[in-house]
């Protein structure tokens, strides 16, 4: 290994090589991605755009140790995730991974702030006051008390993502982080996430904003699965 290849190496959150992910239904079977090599290095922050169906999902369920590929290996700073038991999968998830939903998966009868703060549930402390203080970041400090039912979609989230970093992972995964978004908010939230990618964090957010791709280092495209198809 070179100098160079052994700093990108140790800088890589992420990887998948050769990955592929069959879905098998009563249908028949769907390549969801096919021979998918990508990787994610700390502070970088990679779109992932293509249409609907392409594998955006599934590769971003892949990413976050959510869903295993067929075939191919996915490394989680330069660990084989292969090898880990269930229990150690959830855990490496819950230390490392920070992810936005494409529909949130928040509870609904947890307020703003306990929803941010459920992640932390299994760690010592009280994280009440970072789960505060992340809301403010995202401009919610007026909705600490709100449940889900009592918020917009956009203010929803903005939770999500509050939630996404209160383990502070390597890595935030987000799908469609501004789909529920008008320009001005989605300003803010591409500024935090830009912000916290600076800080360190590898970021991946599926898109289909023009504005998520002017805030990014990289865009890879997927189609049918495969990443720069045609
Ligand atoms: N659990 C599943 N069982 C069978 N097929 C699935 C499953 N999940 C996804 N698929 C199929 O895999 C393909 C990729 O789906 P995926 O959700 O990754 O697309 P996407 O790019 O995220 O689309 P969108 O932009 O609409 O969210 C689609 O053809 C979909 O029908
Ligand atoms: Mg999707």
């Given at each position: ?46 779109a992932v755009v293509g249409p609907s169906g392409s594998g955006k999902s599934?590769m971003l ?39 936005v939903?494409q ?54 989230q ?16 987000a799908d469609e982080p501004t789909g529920n978004l008008?320009r001005?908010?989605g300003?803010?939230?591409l ?13 991946v957010a599926v898109t289909h904003d023009d504005l998520v791709t002017e805030y990014t280092?990289?865009t890879v495209r997927l189609v ?7």
């Amino acid at each position: 290994m070179t100098p160079n290849q052994k700093r990108e190496a140790e800088s890589t959150q992420l990887r998948l090589e050769g990955v592929t992910k069959r879905y098998e239904s009563g249908g028949g079977s769907v390549t969801a991605l096919e021979d998918v090599d990508f990787a994610v290095q700390r502070g970088e922050v990679v779109a992932v755009v293509g249409p609907s169906g392409s594998g955006k999902s599934t590769m971003l369920n892949v990413l976050g140790l959510l869903d295993e590929p067929t075939s191919g290996s996915v490394e989680l700073r330069g660990r084989p995730v292969a090898g880990l038991s269930p229990s150690e999968r959830t855990d490496a998830r819950r230390e490392s991974i920070g992810f936005v939903f494409q529909d949130f998966h928040l509870l609904p009868t947890l307020t703003a702030v306990e929803n941010v703060r459920l992640p932390t549930a299994f760690l010592p402390g009280d994280a009440t006051g970072r789960a505060r203080d992340l809301l403010e970041r995202v401009g919610l400090g007026d909705r600490l008390s709100h449940t889900p039912d009592e918020l917009s979609g956009g203010q929803k989230q903005r939770v999500a993502l509050a939630r996404a970093l209160v383990n502070e992972p390597a890595v935030l995964l987000a799908d469609e982080p501004t789909g529920n978004l008008d320009r001005g908010t989605g300003t803010r939230i591409l500024d935090e996430i830009r912000g916290i990618s600076d800080g360190g964090v590898g970021v991946v957010a599926v898109t289909h904003d023009d504005l998520v791709t002017e805030y990014t280092d990289r865009t890879v495209r997927l189609v049918d699965g495969v990443v720069g198809g045609a």
